[in-house]
């Protein structure tokens, strides 16, 4: 895959509010996008994925959005709760007939909740 | 196991010294990759195995860096002659051909 992301901002967000958190990718050939959220000390673990034929997928609480014009791709976070405090990847397979599959992450953005 | 599990979960070496992380994935995973996580950053791709194949090492920053698998499970990415530079978390992740990688937990190496 391409590079995706490539800085770690911080995102302050109140508890109860809504989060979104943005990601961008560079190949217009990736079709599957992985978002991970990683605590402090863990590894990261997968919250919910959406393929290139869909633009917009729902799960608990989450919500991912996928912008192919712009190759943008977001993930917004609702009611946000202080178990959410963590740094959230988007990551990029790559293009299918890639050989590699190295799965490329973006740089992360941090997210604190406040009481 | 029920996940990917690492050892050790912290490694302190001193510099110059060679050091053996170790990752046993999810059962079944054919693909097994290697990242490294700086201190507030994101994660660097260093290598991937999947099955049978010759592996990627195109994210292997030096020579010093190797990693194995053996009998398609099992994988240890060693490090040789440390340097401060190397202190980073190591990750290890596996899945099935397309899906979701699963994470280890990781191991911190503090390179004094």
């Known amino acids: 895959g391409e590079s995706v992301g490539l800085h770690l901002p911080t995102l302050s967000v109140q508890e109860g509010d809504n989060s979104i958190i943005n990601c961008a990718y560079s190949?217009?050939?990736?079709?599957?996008f992985i978002w991970y959220k990683q605590e402090s000390g863990k590894g990261p673990q997968f919250i919910i994925d959406?393929?290139?034929?869909?633009d917009k997928r729902q799960g608990q609480r989450v919500t991912v959005l996928l912008n192919k014009t712009v190759k943008h791709l977001s993930l917004q976070i609702a009611a946000t709760q202080p178990g959410d405090s963590a740094v959230y990847f988007c990551a990029d397979p790559g293009p299918p007939d890639a050989a590699g599959n190295k799965l490329t992450f973006g740089g992360g953005t941090r997210v604190l909740v406040k009481p | 196991g029920a996940g990917v599990s690492q050892s050790p979960s912290n490694k302190v070496t001193e510099k110059g010294k060679d050091v053996e992380l170790r990752c046993d994935p999810i059962?079944?995973?054919?693909?097994l990759y290697w990242y490294r996580q700086s201190l507030g950053q994101g994660l660097e791709f260093l290598i991937y195995f999947q099955g049978n194949s010759a592996p990627d090492k195109s994210g292997l920053p030096s020579d010093r860096f190797s990693a194995e698998r053996t009998g398609g499970s099992v994988s240890t990415l060693t490090i040789q002659r440390t340097q401060q530079e190397d202190s980073a978390v190591y990750l290890c992740a596996s899945r099935t051909t397309n899906e979701k990688l699963f994470f280890g937990s990781g191991t911190q190496l503090s390179v004094l």
């Open positions: 959406i393929r290139s034929n869909m």
């Open positions: 190949n217009s050939a990736s079709d599957y």
């Open positions: 059962s079944g995973h054919t693909a």
